[in-house]
């Protein structure tokens, strides 16, 4: 077996690699801002939204409200979103419908 370093890729394979490298280093990291959580609906139908602890207080209620204002385009639930085809959210186990379930140890 050759060693990791040796690699048989051709060149546009290494000048790939190159470039994501040297991509990948000059990214910034991401932003690691504290959240607080606001409920906009009860206890009965929570309805929590994330805001960033950062902001300023105007700001976050500024913000709290606009939400409110908009809530309906928000979708809480998988009926809140309308004409998404339930294969999508549906989980599905890939077994034949006519075999027979078997305990094991």
């Known amino acids: 077996m050759e060693p990791a370093e040796a690699t048989n890729e051709e060149p546009w394979a290494q000048q ?3 470039r994501w490298e040297k991509r990948f280093e000059q990214r910034e990291p991401p932003t690691e801002d504290k959240v607080i ?3 906009l609906g009860n206890q009965d ?8 602890e950062s902001l300023p ?3 976050r209620e500024e913000l ?3 939400i409110k204002e908009y809530i309906d385009v928000f979708a809480w639930n998988y009926g809140d979103m309308l004409g ?3 294969q999508v959210a549906m989980h599905r186990l890939n077994i034949r419908p ?3 379930p078997v ?3």
């Not at 139908?45 to 960033?52: A, K, L």
Request: charged share 20%.
């Open 45 to 52: 139908h929570p309805m929590p939204i994330f805001i960033s």
């Open 103 to 105: 305990k094991q140890q």
């Open 57 to 59: 207080l105007a700001e």
């Open 37 to 39: 959580q606001v409920n």
């Open 16 to 18: 790939l690699d190159l």
């Open 64 to 66: 709290t409200i606009l």
């Open 84 to 86: 998404l085809d339930p």
């Open 98 to 100: 006519e075999a027979k």
